[in-house]
């Protein structure tokens, strides 16, 4: 299925392809008839691992082993055969596969498509950039073996520092695959009008960061299989506690594991989460059928941007915990926004939580928390949560942003988000340098913006900090007019 030659099927690897047939229709059945049916936080803290996984082969650790191993042993030249043609689930080599990363892809698989009836399966990758990079580029090939055929693929122009450089500087500077900006999502006319017959996808960040841009997916979604186009998502920001997109029609999911859902910090990780038979109008029915797998056992073979066993296992010990920590951050989050609404030192605030904010009730639409409708803590009702990303403009520009910043006692000055740790940073000095004046007007942002991701502190803490470092500005410029 996935070879590039026809191979010999011997005696004895027909009786592993056979037995690894079996061990894989015991896995699907059990996907379906138990852990499909498991709550959210169920599927967080088992995923795919099983007290019969552990005692059979793992020697009954409670926890995912960590694999620290770059290859795997084979019984016999008929195993290997086999294993090496992927006609059985294999770990060959651990740039391909590891057990480790199998269980960090199918706990985020199976939350990812929590809610949704087909199967999803992911694609573990080496950070959230790589997993960008795994999900747009096998829709950039060569069609019909013209090597001269135009590209292109419309994208949010909110979006993440490095996705901005990904798209503008290396597919469309360096390789003239044009990206075709969207500058307001909401506009559905504004993504059609950008669609030709050389389009390859649709791309959307949401909420994006740090702008916090939003757009409705389902519509988007339908406008781009009616063009058989497949819609993309970096949902990052929501991460699948608060917002499950395949659940309304996209195809894949990007993450950086790296930021909420790895909360602790401990490292930079990623994943492309994709349902299974996508849409697309590139004839390749591998990749159609199940483009994660497609990408795992082929692209990403050959490129390599791999996830460390070591890593994938402390993520996935983060993720257990999903659910109640996008509750309690989302929480906090929205305290310190209230809070930093009535500051007179703040221009202006922006938090998808706030009922004023320009996309609050299209936010509401696709945001809550999941799982809140069994919760006896919310009355059994279902309760919108925006997550822990907000931003707000400092009075008096540039200036009194920095001394605010600087002022920052237990916030921590980082081009980082999604911790428990709050985190601050100014974008047009940090993560969206790069990208010049004329990029940071494109994704709206001003220099005295201030991204502000709120972390498990109290939030009066958090308060408190913010309230001592704006007193500064306040009393700078009153010194200043007076
Ligand atoms: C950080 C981030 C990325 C990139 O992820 P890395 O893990 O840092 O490579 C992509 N998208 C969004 C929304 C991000 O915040």
């Not at 059945?29 to 088992?46: L, P, Q, S």
């Not at 080496?126 to 795994?134: C, K, L, N, V």
């Not at 013209?146 to 419309?154: L, W």
């Not at 922006?350 to 928390?369: F, I, T, V």
Request: charged share 20%.
């Amino acid at each position: 299925m996935y070879g590039g030659e026809e191979v010999q099927i011997t005696p004895g690897m027909q009786a592993y392809i056979d037995k690894n047939g079996a061990y894989l229709a015991k896995r699907d059945k059990y996907i379906r008839e138990v852990v499909k049916k498991w709550k959210f936080d169920t599927i967080a803290v088992h995923g795919l691992y099983s007290v019969e996984d552990a005692i059979e082969d793992y020697q009954g650790s409670i926890i995912e082993p960590i694999f620290m191993s770059t290859a795997q042993a084979y019984r016999d030249s008929d195993e290997m055969a086999c294993a090496l043609a992927y006609m059985i689930p294999t770990w060959c080599y651990s740039r391909i596969a590891n057990p480790s990363t199998y269980y960090y892809e199918w706990t985020l698989a199976l939350l990812e498509g929590y809610g949704y009836d087909g199967v999803t399966e992911a694609c573990s990758t080496s950070s959230g950039m790589a997993a960008i990079m795994t999900a747009v580029q096998p829709f950039l090939v060569h069609r019909f073996h013209n090597k001269h055929e135009p590209r292109n693929f419309v994208a949010t122009a909110q979006c993440y520092g490095g996705t901005f450089q990904q798209f503008s500087v290396r597919m469309q500077e360096e390789r003239d695959i044009e990206c075709r900006w969207v500058q307001d999502p909401t506009n559905l006319d504004e993504w059609a009008e950008k669609i030709d017959e050389n389009t390859r996808f649709l791309y959307g960040e949401l909420p994006s960061n740090p702008g916090l841009g939003f757009f409705d997916i389902q519509q988007v979604a339908d406008l781009a299989h009616s063009h058989e186009l497949p819609l993309i998502v970096d949902s990052t920001v929501a991460t699948p506690a608060l917002l499950r997109p395949i659940c309304h029609g996209a195809d894949i999911v990007v993450q950086s594991v790296t930021k909420s859902i790895t909360s602790s910090g401990f490292g930079v990780c990623g994943a492309a989460i994709a349902r299974k038979g996508l849409v697309t109008n590139i004839d390749n029915d591998v990749l159609k059928e199940n483009f994660a797998i497609y990408v795992k056992y082929l692209p990403n073979r050959d490129y390599g941007p791999n996830l460390h066993p070591m890593q994938a296992i402390m993520s996935l010990n983060d993720m257990r915990t999903l659910r109640t920590k996008m509750d309690m951050l989302s929480r906090n989050t929205m305290k310190v926004a209230q809070y930093l609404q009535t500051h007179p030192a703040v221009e202006s605030v922006e938090y998808l939580g706030l009922n004023d904010h320009p996309l609050h009730e299209l936010a509401s639409k696709y945001m809550w928390l999941v799982d809140s409708e069994y919760d006896d803590q919310y009355n059994k009702q279902r309760v919108n949560r925006y997550g822990h990303l907000m931003s707000f403009c400092v009075k008096g520009g540039p200036e009194p942003t920095r001394k605010f910043f600087d002022g920052l006692q237990r916030i921590w000055r980082a081009t980082d988000l999604g911790r428990i740790k709050s985190v601050a940073t100014i974008p047009a000095i940090s993560t969206h340098q790069q990208q010049g004046e004329q990029g940071r007007k494109l994704a709206n942002i001003p220099p005295n913006l201030v991204r502000l991701c709120v972390g498990g502190e109290s939030p009066d803490d958090t308060i408190a900090d913010l309230d001592q470092a704006l007193s500064q500005v306040a009393t700078s410029t009153a010194v200043a007019t007076g």
